[in-house]
């Protein structure tokens, strides 16, 4: 207990556990509407393509960085200035610039491919997200600039050692794209609901199905690529879906499970994040564990009481 | 209602006048439904009028739920149209669709569904105001479901979740109901329930078109029947029963007949 005191005086401690708890609160939004729209697959599918994007965007960060220094952008100087000037916005967003617009279109592309019924569309996004993972893996080795590429596709896939490297710029960044992602639920709440239930009735009554699906996949987006800094991008879907998995055994109506999940993982996450402190283990594995963990006490209490409110 | 393609239109134009004063809310016009080619229902053409109780009747395979989810505007037609009249739009009909997997254990309560009636009326804002909330108590309690608003979906029986669909159809309109097999899977009890609660509907002016499996309770609570298979009849209720299903039903032709007559459940 005490060295938990004597942590949290360090402002690295702090950050860490706001991201954690900002993260997985986002990330459990959607868990209900993933799990029963069989939308899974996306969220699935869509952190490899993030790994992928994360690769290309280092490449790319790296290009443009030595780009700017060849002899013709060093003469046309406005232009080398902005390569390095926009190489030097890569950096600063952790190539979110890149990242964040890459997963947001693969969404998009992968909602389509999942409706199409004539392709096989589980068959379709595997394709794509093991291509992805494997394209990422080799940019990543011909590129690195790093000597312990092990290491950092390590920290790509399951997240950093620790995220007590944060910088206040990190929160920032958190914090706005969690203010977002939780505004749009709680607005499209009603329209996420009702096309989650029944898409046909939606549809039918002149619902805009098609873009409430967009939006939702836009969102898993946005999440995904928030929540893969913290767990890395294997164990992403765990912080959706857990979650939701839990309040299902308690909750009985779409409110009651959609307020329960988010409590859940805000103390899954406050709990990892200490116990990762502690124990000094891998964060998002632990985050992980405590989510497992809150599962199987949720089942057994599951069959005791429910909750509908 | 009136048929506009078969000959039978001339047999009954004088007992159908009366009716056809009543304005039109639906065409079919020469409709051709079907997928990849195939075609399931050929040149269908009827019109609903503001007050009808339509039954559509076929065998399984038919296109009678390919026929709905057309009207609802779900689907495209080969060739044809519907035509919504008389200011109808898709905001102004209430659906009660085939109950979909997804919904055996889906976490929602019974005011939660019947709220996402509104969904349509919601137009450019993001929360159910105070009407839609107290008009969604008034229609579970037309239904008899008010005691069950807070119990979750996947644990109600048969019965009580086509009351929690039929409360959310009534809450997206009033004006015009389209049923696709509303009492498939019910027991007995619980379907003579269900069709006094639609035929109540009907009787306060709701236009009813639902999709059914029942003959004996299409004949009887129906005023209009849509045969839809190879060959087509559309007439009312009486018609279908005096002249159509007669001639089906001769000793020779057994095996053409499409339902097996049983006792109606009341």
């Known amino acids: ?309 | 209602m009136e048929l506009e393609k078969q000959e039978m239109n001339e047999n009954r134009s004088a007992g159908t006048e009366k009716k056809e004063k009543r304005p039109a809310e639906l065409s079919c016009r020469d409709l051709t439904l079907g997928y990849d080619g195939k075609e399931l229902v050929s040149h269908l053409s009827c019109t609903v009028r503001k007050g009808d109780y339509l039954c559509i009747i076929g065998e399984n395979g038919a296109g009678k739920s390919t026929l709905m989810r057309t009207i609802l505007g779900l689907q495209k037609p080969m060739s044809g149209s519907v035509v919504y009249e008389n200011g109808l739009t898709s905001q102004l009909i209430g659906y009660l669709p085939q109950q979909t997997e997804v919904q055996r254990d889906f976490p929602a309560s019974v005011r939660e569904i019947v709220l996402s009636g509104f969904q349509a009326q919601l137009k450019k804002s993001f929360f159910y105001s105070r009407e839609m909330k107290a008009a969604a108590e008034e229609n579970m309690r037309i239904m008899g479901i008010e005691h069950l608003a807070r119990e979750s979906f996947s644990t109600l029986s048969g019965g009580q979740k086509q009351r929690v669909l039929l409360a959310r159809a009534i809450s997206a309109s009033r004006r015009m109901l389209l049923l696709d097999e509303p009492v498939a899977g019910l027991d007995p009890a619980a379907t003579a329930d269900l069709y006094s609660l639609i035929e109540r509907l009907n009787r306060e002016g709701t236009t009813i078109v639902m999709i059914s499996h029942d003959l004996a309770a299409a004949v009887e609570y129906a005023s209009h029947i849509l045969y839809v298979g190879k060959e087509l009849f559309f007439g009312t209720a009486e018609e279908y029963h005096r002249n159509w299903l007669g001639r089906r039903h001769n000793p020779g032709d057994e095996k053409t007949r499409p339902y097996v007559r049983r006792p109606h459940p009341m």
Do not use: W
């Open chain 1, 1 to 309: 207990m005490n060295s938990i005191i004597t942590y949290l005086q360090y402002p690295f401690a702090r950050y860490a556990l706001i991201v954690g708890v900002l993260v997985a609160l986002c990330a459990s939004l959607l868990g209900v509407t993933l799990v029963l729209k069989r939308f899974s697959f996306i969220g699935d599918g869509l952190s490899h393509v993030a790994f992928g994007a994360i690769a290309v965007a280092s490449v790319v960060q790296l290009g443009l960085t030595t780009l700017s220094h060849t002899a013709f952008f060093q003469k046309v100087s406005f232009l080398g200035n902005g390569l390095s000037a926009f190489a030097e916005l890569m950096k600063n967003t952790n190539n979110m610039v890149i990242v964040l617009p890459l997963t947001v279109l693969a969404a998009i592309l992968l909602l389509r491919t999942g409706q199409n019924t004539r392709i096989k569309g589980d068959a379709a996004i595997a394709m794509i997200s093991v291509s992805a993972l494997a394209g990422g893996y080799i940019l990543m080795a011909l590129f690195s600039t790093s000597s312990n590429l092990a290491g950092d596709v390590c920290s790509t896939l399951f997240g950093s050692q620790s995220i007590l490297t944060l910088g206040i710029s990190d929160v920032v960044f958190c914090a706005v794209l969690s203010v977002i992602s939780a505004g749009l639920f709680v607005l499209f709440y009603n329209r996420i609901f009702a096309v989650t239930f029944d898409e046909n009735f939606s549809k039918a009554v002149g619902t805009k199905t098609s873009a409430v699906n967009l939006l939702i996949a836009v969102m898993i987006a946005l999440i995904i690529v928030l929540a893969m800094s913290l767990v890395g991008s294997l164990l992403v879907s765990a912080l959706i879906i857990f979650p939701a998995l839990s309040a299902m055994r308690v909750a009985k109506s779409f409110r009651s499970v959609t307020v329960v999940s988010v409590i859940l993982a805000g103390f899954s996450a406050l709990f990892g994040v200490l116990l990762s402190i502690l124990l000094s283990t891998p964060v998002g594995a632990t985050i992980v564990m405590v989510e497992l963990l809150v599962f199987f006490i949720m089942s057994i209490a599951g069959r005791f009481h429910a909750l509908s409110f």
